[in-house]
């Protein structure tokens, strides 16, 4: 992750800046996630074509509807966690996220806005796993996904988000 400490009238403060690794998304749940080099964001209501669209559900937890939801991001450093801690290979796929990403310290940004792209994303609450992971890819991985799990966001103003592009605070 690259940080750095810049002083703001006499304040230090903390800046950081990432990069999109992965890009995934699937109409409907159970199906496998499917890689893209760009996904559309629709301001207040999710990513076109995905399972969780506000307007067009169709994911497993569509039952229990929530804004906050609209888009999810996971670390490329948790995956590189769970492998090192626990022997458990995980691809960017498998964690059924939206956006991978490196360099960006998604634990910290609950309630803060940030740029991911073109696109200003405001961070709800960090995702937490559940057992229906384990159902789909026949692994052992709740245990370990706990507290490094993503985060979940509403979309603030929408556009193009592209692998490469630079995740940086709003």
């Not at 995905?50 to 929530?66: N, Q, T, W």
Request: with cysteine; glycine share 10%.
């Amino acid at each position: 992750m690259e940080l750095s400490e810049e002083t703001v009238e006499g304040n230090a403060t903390i800046s950081w800046q990432g990069t999109v690794c992965y890009l995934h998304k699937t109409p409907r749940a159970f199906l496998p996630m499917r890689g893209f080099e760009s996904l559309t964001l629709i301001a207040g209501r999710g990513i076109e074509g995905d399972r969780y669209l506000i307007g067009h559900e169709a994911g497993f937890y569509s039952h229990k509807p929530e804004e906050g939801r609209q888009v999810t991001l996971f670390e490329m450093e948790a995956l590189e966690a769970i492998k090192r801690d626990y022997s458990v290979e995980m691809l960017p796929e498998e964690h059924r996220r939206n956006i991978t990403v490196r360099g960006v310290p998604l634990n910290h940004l609950v309630s803060n806005r940030f740029r991911v792209g073109e696109c200003v994303l405001e961070a709800t609450r960090l995702s937490t796993p559940c057992r229906h992971i384990e159902e789909i890819l026949g692994k052992a991985v709740f245990d370990p996904m706990v507290h490094r799990s993503g985060l979940n966001c509403r979309i603030i103003e929408g556009g193009e988000v592209r692998v490469g592009d630079v995740v940086r605070p709003y």
